[in-house]
Structure formats: structure tokens, C-alpha cells
């Protein structure tokens, strides 16, 4: 017989719910032998040295658009466990006061990064407890340290040279074979039958020679292996990905306008996308696949490192490989209903809403109807680019990509996160406000959402 | 990568139905840019169903065309190159080199396509190229015999051209090619 679980302690301020009387009656007693509620393990959360600051508490998300990054509330907290949110909260103040110096914490979180990454051979372990706390902005920074997450650089430094050489001319070799158009692959293939090609302008009046065509090769040809025939199979593809690379991010010059910049990032965006797309034909192009690439090439193309620079585009394109294959499963339409398909993950999600606030689960998907597939969809298959600024989804793909449960069950987390931050405004609302909020979230603190949803990390004994 | 069908003398209805069914099957639309047709097609429908396959479509006018509004001659860009096209019943004698020679220097282009002869033939002289793409439907003409149906595909790319000559013989698509390449893209002194 399932357990009814109660809304967590730190949940249950009145900063959250209605009034504390409604809420008790919505919520029945706890039961003792309840735990108390876990918390994050302290490793992970731990600052360097411990902080004497006052604990400065979050706020709620505004009821409208106003940004809260600049408002404080001191707030009496149930919560007894100050200290380990601290760091959090030094965060949130340098996160909030954009033009401040960076805190104490940021600074020595910053050396102990560099730290790290100028060993000989990088601790993987080490390097993710600090990433998973945010990776400083500093140019250069996240470029390495994303690489080195996503296994594109491994983790002795001494191999680096020789990987990197041996990838990027191997992208090199992709780019070569695969983006060549049917003209020139035909006319490589004449010229080992062939040299004699007569120039159209010359003393002599002749008939021009006819020769033969090798394999039949002709563009009109149907044949299944015809390099023709199947460049114009590709050509709906390459429609597709261009259209959605021109779509991305368009308020970005980076990767928007006019500008040769924002030209030669779209096409190196295309060029990754369409490589992908034919080195796999089982999941080839999906519409949302350019978003997930767009913040990699960013980063990527971002290092101030000019060699780094200017191989981004074979970067990129390794480091979207393996991020995308640990989600590959979520584009591929025949998985859809199956167990690793993205629908069972929106029903991970749903549980893992219902195990942590079965008030708003309730609310949410009994009451007022809200199928998770209407929003969390686009959260988790676009990995929640869609939903925050760029910035800060850059912040978030940084506990995304470092945290060792892996990314899907971090991004399951942090969804669960979101719902819950705003559960005030949920369980006012009906179907119709509820689906619109979901769809537009609300902007957000995104140290302490990635807080909270550290804090739903399954606790091992 | 550019593709340019090349076909003209149709004849349709009254000297053949139809493209044969072999061609037909080929020519689907979206994978050619362009279209230029010697003329004698010789009714609307053919211009409606050349239109489907693509619609950059150049017409110039054959002595049996219903329509009066095809010009005479007509010229084009295509990348590099300059094309020309002309039906070719003007050019007396009927595809004499030497006078289509001529007609292409009038035009000034590079390659100049007619027809007319329903006989497929592709001669390089000082001033360029010239290609006749025979009769797509191998209609009968007063100075052919045994007409196969052929048209010509060219994929110009950059200076060369390559030329695929399809042609409709014994039931059957033969394919041949021919290459062929500009110096450079300026005017060069004869």
C-alpha cells in the first residue's frame, strides 16, 4: 500500500504554498517514521573552506515578469542546515548582481578549475564536483572543460596533441567524402578511366567524343546506389537542416544576420548537422537537434585558444555525437512508445514529481489536467535550450554535462526542479494558465534551481 | 552544380503522342534548375508539362509552334557559361556548321543549342559548342530518317560542362557523355 508522502519541510514555508492551514488540511500528517528530509551529499555540495555569511534565502518567483535577480528576502526558514547552502547563496549573489565582482567562492572555484585542468592527468571525478557547481564564465574555460566531460579529450593532457589531430582530420576526411556533390564524385571517378577533356574553345572543328558513362551513372538515374540518386534523396534532408539552422537562434549575431560571421557559423552548423545525418541513417535529421548543437558550436567557436577556434566545427561535431548519445533514443520516432523512448522518460519525470511534491503531482495531472507531454517534451528533448536565456542554459548544461548520474537523470532532476519552484502559481491555476506558464517559464535563478534539484539526488545509505 | 535539360522538336500531337514512357519515368521534377527547349513542341500542354518539371523554363519558337509569343533566338547565363538557343530553321543550310558557327557568334555565347535536324550531334568549333538535342519523341523529320528519341542533360560546374546524351534506341536509354571545359571565363581572342 503506497505511502502518502508529505510535502518536504524546506517546501512547506509559507513562501511556497497557501496559507499553512490549507496546506495541512491538503496534506495529511506525517507519518513518523517519515525520514527527515535528504540532503544533498556534502561532498558534492561542500565548499572549500566553510562559510561564515549570513544565510541569504532565495525568493519565489515573481508572480509576473518582473526579474527577481535583483530582489532579497529574508525569509525564516524551518531549514536548519545553513551552512550548505551557502555556497549557493554566494552564488546567486554574484549571479544576481550582474555587475559585481564575482564572489570569494567563484574566485577559488575558478583556481581550483585551473587547478585542476593544468595537472598532467586531470582527476575526472575531482573535475566534475567542481563543474557540477557551475563552470566560471572566464573565456577558454568551459570550452576545455566541456570537452573534457563529453570524453572528447581524454583525460591525460600528454594525449591531448595527438587526439585532437587525429579527430579533426578525421572530420576533415567526413567532410571531404560526404559533402562532395554528385558532379564531383562522378568526376573523380571518370578521371581514373580518363584525362581527355576538350577545351570548348580551340583551332580545330571537330565532333565532340562521345564516351561512356562508368556504373551508369547518370543525374537522371534511379538506381538505388546511384550517387545521383541518392543526392537528391539527401537534398529534402539538407533542405531541412538549412531551414532550421537559419531558424536558430535569431537574435543572436552569432548566429543570426547578415555578417560573414554568423554566415560561416551557419554553415558550419549545416555542415555538422548533414554528417551526422548521413553517418546515421537510423536517426539521420530531427528537427531540434540544431538547437542542441547550437550551445556546443557557441562554446566551442568561443575560445579565445585561435587553433581551438578554428577547429570548433570538428570539435563540435565529436562532442555532439556524444552528447547526443546518451539522447539519441528521444529522437528516434519508432522508440517513442517504447521503454527508452521519450515518452517513458516524461513518465519517469512524472513520478519523480509524484515522489517529491505529490500535492502538485496531483494538481498538475488529476485536477487540472496537464499531460506532461505538452510541455516537458520540449524540455527534455531540446535538453531545456528553449526554455532559458542562453546564458543560463549554458549554466545549466554545465551541471547537465557534469554531474555523474549522467545527463538524462540530471535533466529529470532539474525538471522536477522547475515544477516545483513554481508550485504556487501551479496549484492556482487551471489547465489553461497552467499549460501557458509551463510554456513559457518564468525566468529564474538558475544556481538555485539546480540547487533544488541537487536536492532530489537519490541519497545512498 | 548546375542541371540543364536540353530537348526540343516534340512535335506533339501531330507527329508523335507523347515522351516515351522510358523518358518520362526520368524526368521527375526537382532535380532540374533548367530547362531550355529548341521549340516545335507544339502545343500548350507540353510547355504546361515541362513547366511541372521545372519552372525556369526557355522556349524559343519552332516553324510549328501554336504559340506565336516564343522569340527567335534567346541567351542565358548559366554560371559560368553563356548558353544560346535557337530552333534552327532560320539557319540555312539546315545544320550546317559553319553557319551555325556564325549564329553563335552573333549570339556570343559559348554554347548554343538548336535543333531542328531531329538528329542528335555536338560539334566544338573556334567560337564554342554546338549541340542539337535531337527530338525528344523522335517525331519524323523531312531530312532524317529513323529518328531515335534523345535529349540532352548538361551539368555545368564551375568551367566544365559535362553533357549526358540520353537516347532511346531498340526500347532502350543509352547514356553516353561528353566533357568538355572552358579556359577561363573571360572573352578569348580568336
Known sequence: MMKKKKVPDWLNSSLWSSPPSSAAAAVPSPTPSEPPPPYPPLSVLDPPEPRDSPVIDHTDPPPDDAHHHHHHHNHNHNHNHNHHRSDRDNDNDSDDAVSSLPSAEEISRQAQILAELSRKVIDMRELRRLACQGIPDSPGIRSIVWKLLLGYLPPDRGLWSSELANKRSQYKQFKDDILMNPSEITRRMYNSTSCETDDAKCESRTLLSRSEIPHGEHPLSLGKTSVWNQFFQDTEIIDQIDRDVKRTHPDMHFFSGDSQFAKSNQEALKNILIIFAKLNPGVRYVQGMNEILAPLYFVLKNDPDEENAAFAEADAFFCFVELLSGFRDNFVQQLDNSVVGIRSTITRLSQLLREHDEELWRHLEVTSKVNPQFYAFRWITLLLTQEFNFADSLHIWDTLLSDPDGPQETLLRVCCAMLILIRRRLLAGDFTSNLKLLQNYPSTNISHLLYVANKFRVQSV | MVLVLALGDLHVPHRAPDLPAKFKSMLVPGKIQHIICTGNLCIKEVHDYLKTLCPDLHITRGEYDEETKYPETKTLTIGQFKLGLCHGHQVIPWGDLDSLAMLQRQLDVDILVTGHTH?????????????????????????????????????????????????????????DKIDFKKTSSGQSAH
Open chain 2, 119 to 175: 538528329q542528335f550531334t555536338a560539334y566544338k568549333h573556334e567560337g564554342g559548342v554546338v549541340i542539337n538535342p535531337g527530338s525528344a519523341t523522335g517525331a519524323y523529320s523531312s531530312i532524317t530518317y529513323d529518328v531515335n528519341p534523345s535529349f540532352v542533360l548538361m551539368d555545368i560546374d564551375g568551367l566544365r560542362v559535362v553533357v549526358y546524351v540520353y537516347e532511346l534506341i531498340d526500347g532502350e536509354v543509352k547514356v
